[in-house]
């Protein structure tokens, strides 16, 4: 089973600044099956990012998704107060199963 | 539009199994690709993928419970329904279902259901 690892796990920014996120999966994932999800406190996670780097509909194009291989990473180009969330990857493509990083907690500096 | 609810008690002892609904609308699990998965998520901790099934009975389980879980489809109720067995207190958790586009591409879980909160304890 693919395990994935994000990092940091906390990060504490401004307004307006840039955020960089970090999924590693212990074993290479197919690019097309690597995807990001943000939640917010008592709400169910939301799409942003699916096959890497394809925004999911709605999406704002400040999000932004990279990777391939067992390095992927989400970019959020400049925060905004509603991207205050936390992040999940997950790898969908892979057999036995689907998986998801522990997450990663985008705070207000 | 696509909506999907999750149902099924919000406690259960331990040792018991626990039957959860996802009953859902703006799709159908007779259309070719289509999947219904479930997730959860223990209060304050990550999520966790546990189960998911396809327009053609196709079912997929996380490895590590797999002995625990049966997922089934009712397509004329479009309802999914996840059985959990022999619960324990540390399945206490938000428990999600979401809808698979298809299974020919690459989107995952696109739409979620609200989640509901199950408690185990005796």
């Known amino acids: 089973e693919i395990v994935l690892t994000q990092s940091p796990g906390t990060l504490s920014l401004s307004p307006g600044e840039r955020a960089t996120l970090s999924c590693r999966a212990s074993?290479?994932?197919?690019?097309?099956?690597l995807a990001w999800y943000q939640q917010k406190p008592g709400q169910a996670p939301r799409l942003l990012i699916y096959?890497?780097?394809s925004r999911a509909t709605g999406i704002p194009d400040r999000f932004s998704g990279s990777g391939s291989g067992t390095d992927f990473t989400l970019t959020i180009s400049r925060l905004e107060p509603e991207d205050f969330a936390v992040y999940y990857c997950q790898q969908y493509g892979s057999s036995p199963g689907w998986t998801f990083g522990q997450g990663t907690k985008v705070e207000i500096k | 539009q696509i909506t999907l609810k999750e149902s099924g008690p919000t406690l259960v002892k331990p040792t018991q199994t626990l039957t959860l609904t996802c009953t859902f609308s703006?799709?159908?699990?007779?259309?070719?690709?289509?999947?219904v998965g479930w997730i959860r998520q223990p209060p304050g901790k990550a999520l966790e993928w546990l189960a998911l099934i396809y327009w053609n009975d196709d079912k997929r389980y996380s490895p590590s419970l797999k002995s625990r879980l049966t997922i089934t489809k009712d397509t004329s109720k479009n309802q999914v329904v996840l059985t959990m067995t022999n619960m324990d207190p540390v399945d206490t958790a938000t428990y999600y279902c979401?809808?698979?586009?298809?299974?020919?591409?690459?989107?995952?879980?696109?739409?979620w259901g609200q989640g509901t909160l199950v408690t185990v304890s005796s």
């Open positions: 096959g890497a780097s």
């Open positions: 703006g799709f159908s699990l007779s259309t070719s690709g289509v999947g």
């Open positions: 979401a809808h698979i586009p298809t299974i020919f591409g690459v989107v995952p879980f696109d739409y």
């Open positions: 074993q290479s994932v197919s690019s097309s099956y």
